[in-house]
Antibody
Framework: EIQLQESGPGLVKPSQSLSLTCSVTGYTITSGYDWSWIRKFPGNKMEWMGYISYSGSTNYNPSLKSRISITRDTSKNQFFLQLNSVTTEDTATYYC?????????WGQGVMVTVSS | DIVLTQSPALAVSLGQRATISCRASQSVSISRYNLMHWYQQKPGQQPKLLIYRASNLASGIPARFSGSGSGTDFTLTINPVQADDIATYYCQQSRESPTFGAGTKLELK
């Protein structure tokens, strides 16, 4: 079974960059699937942020397009999220997931707080 | 963006049927494909895929969960409701850039 695990700092200062890693086991990320990042805000709203496909192409939520980058390290079977110029409104629980329509498997999530 | 509207909460008795609705601001169907999916999330856990493309049961999901609908109106049914089903349920569309509903919290009556 595919398993995903997010990791990264739980606290980021405003105007800095948020960087998270998703480690995948049970499946090779170059074999198939899109690999997505999704976040859930306080108050429960969920937002799809973007994905990197098994071939390495990316697709981003238009609302984040100027600030987001999703990359990967195929040797480590990991993919990454970078979100630039964060504000307090980026405080959320961040999930990585396999797929894009639908999201089949999810990591446990990592809570990130943006605060000075 | 396609906006998905869900009722905030639904109270149900154990052993009864729960019907959770999701309405899209525009059609999420293409040809015979209904691009609506349902997830369950319990406190402190990640979301779990229940139903994909409106009516297909995801792997390992009990048969008391079912989905239906097309176009703009979709329904998730749980019958009979068990204690373990108390959770928040989200719909999500993939017709365009993915969006989620705000979630329906299933509560015990």
């Amino acid at each position: 079974e595919i398993q995903l695990q997010e990791s990264g700092p739980g606290l980021v200062k405003p105007s800095q960059s948020l960087s998270l890693t998703c480690s995948v086991t049970g499946y090779t990320i170059t074999s198939g699937y899109d690999w997505s990042w999704i976040r859930k805000f306080p108050g429960n709203k969920m937002e799809w942020m973007g994905y990197i496909s098994y071939s390495g192409s990316t697709n981003y939520n238009p609302s984040l397009k100027s600030r987001i980058s999703i990359t990967r390290d195929t040797s480590k079977n990991q993919f990454f999220l970078q979100l630039n110029s964060v504000t307090t409104e980026d405080t959320a629980t961040y999930y990585c997931a396999s797929g894009s329509a639908p999201f089949d498997y999810w990591g446990q999530g990592v809570m990130v707080t943006v605060s000075s | 963006d396609i906006v998905l509207t869900q009722s905030p909460a639904l109270a149900v008795s154990l052993g009864q049927r729960a019907t959770i609705s999701c309405r899209a601001s525009q059609s999420v169907s293409i040809s015979r494909y209904n691009l609506m999916h349902w997830y369950q999330q319990k406190p402190g856990q990640q979301p779990k895929l229940l139903i994909y493309r409106a009516s297909n049961l995801a792997s390992g999901i009990p048969a008391r969960f079912s989905g239906s609908g097309s176009g703009t109106d979709f329904t998730l049914t749980i019958n009979p409701v068990q204690a373990d089903d108390i959770a928040t349920y989200y719909c999500q569309q993939s017709r365009e850039s993915p969006t989620f509903g705000a979630g329906t919290k299933l509560e015990l009556k």
